[in-house]
């Protein structure tokens, strides 16, 4: 199957208040986001045409703004109806959602403070993340060189662009050398998350998680451990370190985009797709998609 840049795409963004053509939904190169990284972002999932937990995300883009200096030029309410109309517009039925606020190109310089504020949401068809391939036997994960910064160096709570800095270059890494993905320590050597996704360890038959002080405390990390709670798992978060990965009988990570994916290989460790890893995934499907069966 052809797989059309994005840049190519067909359809319209909504962008500033109102629907532009695909193609036209342009920013000048010397703007601020890309220069400096004044840019904040969020993924979402639609199923059957609806949003999962879009206020949650909503709730998050704006303290991600707030956290960035950005006064957000919109209400919660219009960006959420932004949202709705753009998924509507283009008929999307399962896909992505991609809103994106960032500083414009009024000054040139560390200092924006008369810069305007560009607010754009993007929606695509998208299936799934990962191939059934991959979820059957388990994506894999190669340990980066690069760490997550502790929190007092850089924002780590917002989903800020230049976070994914080294997101990229250790995913780059990774694929270079036959893996999937990448899983990133922290600043203290712990254990953190994939790229771009939340890890949970099974021990024992109890869920082990890290704590999220220097990464995100992802929204659908929050929805797995409520979901396997209320299953009578007993989910732990604390400090885990690398030499405990081997401890583990089966491991997966979370988020919108890769929702509940199972881990087969972290660098030579190998882990089966196991019973809980699948039960979570199926229960986590069965709450964001109400026509979701379960085939597997």
Not at 157 to 175: N, P, R, V
Request: hydrophobic share 35%; glycine share 6%; net charge negative.
């Amino acid at each position: 199957m052809e797989i059309i840049p994005f840049d190519k795409r067909i359809g319209f963004i909504w962008y500033n208040g109102e629907f532009v053509e695909w193609q036209n939904a342009t920013t000048h190169v010397l703007n601020h986001g890309l220069h400096y990284g004044s840019c904040v972002f969020e993924g979402l999932r639609v199923y059957g045409e609806k949003i999962y937990k879009l206020e949650k995300h909503t709730d998050r883009l704006f303290f991600s703004a707030q956290r960035m200096g950005i006064d957000v030029p919109y209400s919660k309410d219009e960006i959420n109806r932004a949202h709705e109309e753009t998924i509507k517009k283009m008929n999307i039925k399962y896909g992505y959602v991609r809103p994106v606020i960032w500083r414009g190109s009024e000054m040139m310089a560390i200092s924006a403070q008369k810069n305007k504020i560009n607010v754009a949401v993007a929606t695509w068809e998208w299936p799934s993340y990962f191939t059934k391939e991959d979820r059957l036997k388990g994506i894999s994960l190669q340990t980066a060189v690069w760490k997550r910064p502790p929190p007092d160096c850089i924002p780590t709570d917002t989903k800020a662009a230049g976070l994914y800095m080294i997101c990229t270059l250790s995913k780059h890494e990774a694929e270079k050398n036959g893996y999937t993905d990448a899983l990133m320590l922290d600043y203290k050597g712990r254990v953190s998350e994939s790229t771009g996704s939340n890890i949970f360890l099974v021990i024992n038959g109890e869920i082990h998680t890290p704590v999220p002080d220097c990464f995100l405390n992802g929204i659908t990390r929050q929805a797995v451990i409520e979901i396997a709670k209320n299953e009578g798992i007993n989910v732990i978060e604390r400090d885990i370190y690398p030499d405990e990965i081997s401890k583990a009988e089966e491991i997966f990570l979370t988020g919108s985009a890769v929702e509940v994916t199972p881990v087969g290989k972290i660098d030579n460790q190998n882990f089966k797709v196991g019973n809980i890893t699948t039960k979570i995934s199926s229960l986590y499907m069965k709450e964001v998609d109400p026509n979701y069966e379960d085939n597997d």
